[in-house]
């Protein structure tokens, strides 16, 4: 059974950082082309794709966060990270770790509809 388990969550004022983990059990990454990545939704908003990771380490980025954001993979942790710099308010949103089942291209990896796997999220509140 994958589990996706989302922390590093919480509220910082504009121009700060954060970063997120997420620690994936039962899951696979390496060897099979798969994809884990970063969304986020925002209340009243669609869940949006913000960063990507394809193995073995191909990422995408939303223009929203391109220079902003850093997704990592710590393949010994099984561990998936996210560098947030210099937030902004139009940050703030739920945050959720998401994992393909199979190989998917990486330009496609930061569509909600191509994971299989969702942490239960995390909340990042950030404050003008």
């Known amino acids: 059974q994958v589990q996706l388990m989302e922390s590093g969550g919480g509220s910082v004022q504009a121009g700060g950082s954060l970063r997120l983990s997420c620690v994936a059990s039962?899951?696979?990454?390496?060897?099979?082309?798969?994809?884990m990545g970063w969304f986020r939704q925002a209340p009243g908003k669609e869940r949006e794709g913000v960063a990507s990771i394809c193995d073995p380490d191909t990422t995408n980025y939303a223009e929203a966060v391109k220079g902003r954001f850093s997704i990592s993979r710590d393949n010994e942790k099984n561990t998936l990270y996210l560098q947030m710099d210099s937030l902004n308010p139009e940050d703030t949103a739920t945050y959720y770790c998401?994992?393909?089942?199979?190989?998917?291209?990486?330009?496609?990896?930061?569509?909600?509809?191509?994971?299989?796997?969702w942490g239960k999220g995390i909340l990042v509140t950030i404050s003008s």
């Open positions: 039962g899951y696979t990454y390496s060897g099979r082309g798969r994809c």
């Open positions: 998401a994992a393909t089942l199979g190989r998917v291209l990486s330009d496609a990896a930061l569509r909600p509809t191509m994971m299989k796997y």
